[in-house]
């Protein structure tokens, strides 16, 4: 049984898909990494929404997501980029999200760590605002018993008018965070509103001013995701890095090398190509805590170009690929999302995407995947 694609050129190309997915099942928990895949959410099919009314998220879908992922040992990182954080979810439906998740989590005994950020703001603030808004945020995720993320904030990326605002902000929130906390450096790839964040749009000078912000409190930050896809840059930040506080990579192109690691150290995980790749990235995380990297790497490796695929100019548009793969991996019954986001990538960036997944194994039911992309496929047009 074949299917035919749409290439990039306009032209159709043939392809055969798999009749066997990979074998992978849930096994022990991680002993050498500690893992988040940050998650989508699950876009309610039936609900009278619009691009710019509030999300209308299906519940069910989505914590039974969520589930799938802890079941594999994976932990969850809630409320993210991944899961369209000002994007088409909004605070309010955000704040429901972690509300829900953090208690899944507490029922399953499953890792969580949640986004706290400033998006209920929606205009120009001032420092002061900007500050009320992240401890709003941080007082919910605490209150829930989860582990918070201090995400990137546009608002603060607007309000500070260099290095000193941000040393500000910062050391005011973590002075008062009763746990430790990660911190996140999203790049302007992920949302360009984030141009020059830490006060400046050089890195080196970048970096100087986040690392001084751990420095100050360390006994404050568990780690902290760089999100900049630029591993020498991770590594090099990995290495100045206090004593204990972890680094979690969140580069979708080159996280084989930065989680296996070097002699001076590795990463752990915070990605939102976990999402798709869940039970495969969960495998070779027990295969590397064996001691077998190449064993890690072999299975890991294959992943990259489906995930740069994804991950694609313009980068912010990963969570389509994400949340459609979902669909066809039967996770979900419909291939709709929060905002109409599922209109933001091409048919044959679908094509791609399918025939690299299908190639990795990662359907569950590779004959639902072909019949879901052929009902794509006619939906735009395209008969087989």
Not at 46 to 60: G, L, N
Not at 178 to 194: C, I, Q, R, S, Y
Not at 244 to 267: H, K, M, W
Not at 354 to 370: I, R, W
Request: hydrophobic share 45%; proline share 6%; with cysteine.
């Amino acid at each position: 049984m074949t299917i035919q694609l749409p290439d990039f050129t306009g032209g159709m190309r043939t392809y055969e898909p798999r009749t066997e997915p990979l074998a992978l099942t849930p096994g022990a928990p991680f002993t050498s990494r500690t893992v988040y895949s940050a998650a989508h959410v699950v876009a309610d099919p039936y609900a009278d929404a619009t691009p710019d009314s509030p999300a209308a998220v299906d519940w069910d879908a989505t914590l039974a997501f969520r589930r799938h992922l802890w079941s594999h040992g994976l932990g969850v990182a809630e409320a993210m980029d991944t899961a369209q954080r000002g994007m088409g979810l909004d605070w309010a439906g955000a704040a429901e999200l972690i509300r829900r998740s953090a208690a899944e989590a507490k029922a399953v005994g499953g890792l969580i760590a949640c986004g706290a950020g400033t998006d209920q703001l929606t205009g120009p603030a001032s420092l002061a605002e900007v500050r009320a808004a992240y401890e709003e945020q941080l007082a919910l995720v605490e209150e829930c018993g989860a582990r918070a993320i201090l995400m990137a904030s546009r608002a603060l990326a607007a309000a500070a008018s260099g290095p000193e605002d941000y040393l500000e902000v910062y050391g005011h929130l973590l002075r008062q965070a009763t746990e430790p906390v990660v911190l996140h450096w999203l790049g302007p790839m992920f949302d360009p509103a984030l141009e020059g964040y830490w006060g400046s749009s050089d890195l080196d000078t970048a970096t100087d001013t986040f690392l001084e912000v751990i420095a100050a409190h360390p006994d404050k930050v568990d780690g902290i995701k760089v999100s900049l896809l630029d591993a020498q840059r991770e590594i090099d930040i990995r290495r100045r890095l206090p004593q204990g506080v972890r680094c979690y990579t969140g580069d979708d192109f080159n996280y084989p090398e930065l989680i296996a690691g070097d002699e001076q150290g590795f990463s752990h995980a915070l990605l939102g190509i976990f999402d798709p790749l869940g039970p495969l990235a969960a495998e070779a995380v027990r295969v590397l805590d064996t001691g077998n990297v190449s064993g890690f790497r072999e299975l890991l490796d294959p992943t990259v170009e489906l995930s740069r695929h994804l991950f694609q100019t313009p980068t912010r548009f990963y969570k389509t690929g994400v949340v459609f793969l979902a669909w066809l991996a039967g996770h979900q019954s419909h291939f709709t999302m929060v905002g109409g986001l599922q209109s933001a990538r091409s048919l044959p960036h679908f094509a791609r995407a399918y025939e690299l997944a299908d190639g990795l194994g990662l359907f569950p039911d590779p004959k639902l995947a072909e019949e879901r992309m052929k009902n794509l496929l006619a939906l735009y047009g395209v008969a087989q």
